[in-house]
């Protein structure tokens, strides 16, 4: 049996594809341990999950508060903050408490997800071998390679924090999504081994005996969206208004039609094979869950990867996407009631989940993890 | 050189739309970035536009920009780049 040891920032996209890869290691029997921000793991892990801490409560509220101005700048200016201000900084602050991670539990492999920096430094250091949990597909392509200055500007960041461009692993990359979605090849490191969705935890409650009506859509914009999403959520709600089918908004509380429950949290994917339509921002997440269950997707990327992910979304005929900052509530019925009643989205979105299963899932991931400690 | 800076406002209020921009006035100092708010999507859109109107790549006057430059990128420096082209 072997010892994995899988870094984490504090997001909970980030965390829930490790969980399912480590839920099946643990299932297998091998030994597996967390590390990160205790208080966002617990909720996402199994009970008797080990987690030793990287991040305590205060440096993750002050992520938090980074992220809350990060979400008010726009353009360029989106990712300057997040190199700058996010991602190395977190990976100065997780150093240490990786570094004594690897030393009580001494891991054959570390798995460090893609914005967990401090995973490949530390590993690098203690001669262990590293590979990547890649939580979204979209950087797989560059997406900086139209514009190289700006592209070399994060390889010198890179280079000052670890001497070296660590983003990806060249053993064993694993990716979260199909080739078929992402719609490119790539190195024999790079493991498309479809969503991991096995022995995800999800504490959340649900009021199950509220769902009703023959059509259900689910409408979240995910963890962070800030006062343009405030905008998007009013427009959704007036889009539905009326309309025969029952949503479940992922929002706080405010007034709605009585077609619509509102609930603050979901347990996501407990509450997707009850759905007929997702309409999200374009978290990886959300997105591949919502095609895993062979559902068709309105898309209003905010900003990072979900341009990308909304696009492979639209490549694949699985949905219809819109412009977040500016879409009407015209704009989101039509697009609503296109990926319901037109089939064709809802065959394309299919002919993804069947590529999902064709993948392996968290079994596949497994598979390729023994294989580095094999060698 | 109005007249590029006309039509350029022009495209780029076709690709927002008109709806968005009541209260912005496009002019030299407008920045894709922070005032605009341009996102990917418009971008590809204003891009194609500009090379179906001026034969003007806005992917490749980009690629030479470092990320300062990106950000402060104003609708005037568009206007001249096309100027000094066509």
């Not at chain 1, 205060?58 to 979400?71: G, N, T």
């Not at chain 1, 053993?171 to 969503?195: H, I, N, Q, T």
């Not at chain 1, 699985?318 to 015209?330: I, N, P």
């Amino acid at each position: 049996m072997s010892r994995f040891l899988f870094v984490v920032p504090p997001l909970t996209g980030h965390v829930n594809p490790t969980a399912s890869v480590g839920g099946e290691l643990l299932a297998r029997g091998h030994d597996v341990a967390w590390v990160g921000h205790p208080g966002t793991l617990a909720p996402l892990l199994p009970d008797d999950a080990r987690i030793f801490p990287a991040i305590d409560d205060v440096v993750e509220a002050d992520i938090r508060a980074k992220r809350e101005r990060w979400l008010a700048l726009r353009g360029m200016a989106v990712l300057k903050f997040f190199w700058e201000e996010f991602l190395i900084p977190l990976g100065h602050a997780m150093v240490p408490g990786v570094s004594d991670a690897v030393a009580l539990f001494g891991p054959d492999v570390v798995v460090a997800d893609q914005q967990a920096l401090a995973g490949p430094l530390v590993a690098r250091n203690a001669g262990l071998p590293w590979v990547t949990s890649a939580s979204t597909s979209a950087e797989l392509v560059n997406p900086l390679r139209t514009m190289p200055k700006v592209d070399a500007w994060v390889r010198d960041l890179l280079h000052d924090f670890a001497g070296g461009d660590i983003r990806f692993s060249d053993r064993l990359v694993l990716v979260y999504s199909s080739a078929a979605l992402v719609g490119e090849e790539f190195g024999d490191e790079v493991a498309f081994v479809g969503p991991a969705l096995a022995h995800r935890v999800e504490r959340v409650e649900f009021p199950w005996e509220r769902l009703t009506g023959q059509r259900r859509v689910l409408v979240s914009l995910g963890t962070l969206n800030g006062p343009a999403g405030e905008r998007f959520l009013s427009q959704a709600l007036e889009a539905v208004a009326g309309l025969d089918l029952q949503v479940v908004m992922v929002a706080e509380p405010r007034p709605a039609p009585p077609n619509v429950l509102m609930l603050p949290s979901v347990p996501q994917l407990a509450l997707m094979p009850h759905l007929d339509a997702v309409v999200t921002h374009g978290g990886h997440n959300t997105v591949c869950e919502a095609l895993a269950h062979g559902l068709p997707l309105v898309v209003a990327p905010i900003r990072d990867d979900q341009p990308t992910v909304a696009a492979q979304v639209v490549a694949a005929g699985a949905g219809v996407r819109l412009t977040y900052s500016r879409a009407r509530a015209a704009d989101i019925r039509s697009a609503l009631e296109s990926v319901l009643d037109e089939p064709e989205y809802t065959a394309a979105a299919e002919l993804v989940r069947e590529s999902f299963l064709a993948a392996g899932g968290a079994a596949a991931a497994a598979d390729r993890l023994e294989k580095v400690v094999a060698g | 050189m109005d007249e590029v800076l006309q039509q350029v406002a022009k495209l780029i209020t076709e690709v927002v739309g008109a709806d968005f921009l009541l209260g912005v006035e496009i002019t030299r100092d407008t920045t894709f970035s922070d005032d605009l708010g341009l996102e990917s999507i418009e971008f590809v859109a204003l891009a194609d536009k500009l090379n179906a109107h001026y034969g003007v790549d806005l992917v490749a006057f980009l690629a030479d920009m470092d990320i300062d430059e990106i950000m402060a990128m104003s609708v005037g420096r568009l206007v001249d780049h096309i100027t000094a082209r066509v």
